[in-house]
């Protein structure tokens, strides 16, 4: 199993963190529970996967660095520092299994809701050679995150990734 990967947007890093054990896309929220305007993209990993889309969205050579994300939870104030440390923590510890939330910058969130429709295809083309996978789903990806951004655009919000496994 590998690790899945929730876009979603939030006011801010408190409510982002909020209940952090659960997954960010729910058709149904429990009582008690935040509900998010999320986006599941499985496998979409912000380092390299969204680095790859934001390198075409932006005519720019492509480079792990394009988003350079702000790690939330598990709380980084809180890692372990040492070999040592990080062999005495529990098997379940998040630092160990997860889950982890990321903050991501706001040029990305400009970059992505700035995508226009006529952008679509050709992004889901160039994106699915680099990948290797079907452009219209990966089309379909985009257009998901690119609404999202400009929902999280529109509201004054960020864009987090809630990631497991």
């Known amino acids: 199993m590998g690790i899945f990967y929730e876009y979603f947007r939030a006011a801010n890093r408190q409510v982002a963190v909020e209940k952090p054990d659960h997954s960010r896309v729910v058709a149904k929220p429990l009582p008690g529970f935040p509900a998010f305007d999320a986006v599941e993209s499985k ?6 996967s969204l680095s790859k889309l934001i390198a075409l969205i932006r005519n720019v050579p492509y480079s792990m660095d394009l988003v350079p994300t702000v790690e939330l939870y598990p709380p980084p104030e809180n890692a372990p520092k040492t070999d040592q440390e990080l062999a005495a923590l529990p098997e379940d510890s998040p630092y160990l299994v997860g889950p982890g939330i990321e903050e991501l910058p706001v040029d990305v969130r400009d970059s992505l809701a700035d995508v226009t429709d006529a952008e679509l295809v050709e992004l889901g083309e160039r994106w699915a050679a680099e990948e290797g996978g079907d452009p219209e789903s990966y089309s379909a990806l985009v257009a998901e995150l690119r609404d999202l951004a400009r929902r999280a655009r529109d509201e004054g919000q ?3 990734c ?4």
Do not use: A, R, V
Request: hydrophobic residues 45%; aromatic residues 38%.
């Open 43 to 48: 496998w979409f990993n912000p380092c390299d």
């Open 158 to 160: 960020l864009l987090y």
């Open 162 to 165: 809630w990631n497991f496994g």
